[in-house]
């Protein structure tokens, strides 16, 4: 009879199991990694040993980036060295990357610059597009060369490209509030479908605009949030960091209201099956996409600022930057904006320190009047 037992109860926990949904976290994670196999199988077969071994450390996304990178490495081989003529990517062994120069990997910098791809476009890179991918170069032979696979590392011989740090772009005061401004009015001017497509999304690009800008969360973090997900009891939302680490963002009462204001018109929606759980929807009833958002904030702020070219990680900036400002606490910022690493912060506020020293050369007269 126990065992009887036993056995029913084992099968009601699979048929849970079963059932449960999976939530956009781990779909997205599947979806990559599903990817990630397809695009490795135009790949060498001695790569899957790298990318097998970067598992414990990297995410899904992250190892489609570096498999990119790797790739446009083998492209330029076929494409400039007469010995990899009629070469697929497939075909590379590992002898081929022992017989690589430094002169080849300068040229391969050089290459990025401008290059054509596989499929007729012109590609170009800047400074840090050039510099990641000779990172990835540099991480793949690494691998190989520490594991004594191959005799030669030819991309420890080459210098990396300068990296400079990149002022921060951000929206000052006064255009913070234009923007939301505009957001929730800027429709007045509009006509037909404009006019439509604006009111019947307005609340809720205001509740974005305001969350982005009132806790600096990414613009991935924010498309993943679900409706489960906000605690307005204590004003807080869970949200999955870079790595997959959960982590809580609090929230003060203007982003409360944007986002109860929103939430009122989003209980009323019956959503496309498996986007029961997402709060913020696209105007095809699934859960939002990065490029939709993306292409919203650069709409909008393009009215605003024709000088600055705003994105949601300028959002991010700003937020940012006005909470150093108003605590200077930089190690708040970090927290807040889920830095794992301090200096990282500080390097992209240290202009802000600047300010404040000049603030001190004025603050003490020598002669007083």
Request: hydrophobic share 35%; net charge positive.
């Amino acid at each position: 009879m126990n065992n009887t037992n036993d056995i029913n109860n084992k099968n009601d926990f699979n048929n849970r199991q079963t059932s449960k949904k999976i939530d956009y976290h781990e779909q997205l994670s599947i979806d990559n990694t599903l990817k990630l196999r397809e695009i490795l199988k135009t790949m060498p077969d001695f790569s899957k040993d790298y990318f097998r071994a970067m598992e414990t450390t990297t995410t899904a996304k992250t190892r489609i980036s570096y498999i990119y990178d790797i790739r446009l490495f083998f492209y330029f081989l076929i494409n400039s060295n007469p010995m990899y003529s009629g070469y697929e990517t497939k075909d590379f062994k590992l002898k081929d990357l022992d017989m690589v120069s430094p002169l080849d990997i300068e040229e391969f910098e050089e290459f990025l610059k401008v290059y054509t791809n596989s499929e007729g476009k012109i590609c170009k890179n800047d400074i840090r597009g050039i510099h990641r991918k000779l990172s990835s170069l540099r991480s793949f032979y690494a691998y190989f060369y520490k594991r004594q696979m191959i005799t030669n590392n030819p991309t420890v011989l080459v210098d990396m490209p300068k990296l400079r740090d990149r002022e921060i772009i951000r929206l000052d005061y006064d255009e913070v509030a234009m923007l939301l401004d505009i957001v929730e009015n800027g429709g007045n001017d509009l006509k037909g479908m404009k006019k439509v497509y604006y009111e019947k999304n307005k609340v809720r690009n205001l509740a974005i605009f305001t969350l982005l800008l009132g806790t600096g969360i990414r613009v991935s973090e924010c498309v993943g949030i679900d409706i489960n997900d906000i605690d307005f009891k204590n004003n807080r939302i869970r949200i999955m960091r870079k790595g997959q680490k959960e982590d809580f963002v609090y929230f003060g009462d203007e982003v409360e209201q944007a986002l109860k204001n929103y939430l009122q018109e989003r209980l009323t929606v019956v959503t496309k099956p498996g986007h029961e759980q997402a709060f913020f929807l696209s105007i095809q009833k699934r859960r939002i996409s990065v490029q939709a958002i993306e292409d919203l904030v650069s709409d909008y702020a393009g009215k605003v600022t024709t000088f600055k070219h705003i994105t949601p990680h300028k959002l991010r900036s700003t937020y940012g930057t006005n909470l150093y400002r108003e605590t200077g606490d930089i190690y708040l910022v970090a927290e807040v904006l889920g830095h794992n690493d301090v200096n990282t912060t500080r390097k992209h506020y240290a202009a802000l320190d600047e300010d404040r020293k000049r603030m001190a050369a004025k603050a003490v007269s020598l002669r007083k009047e």
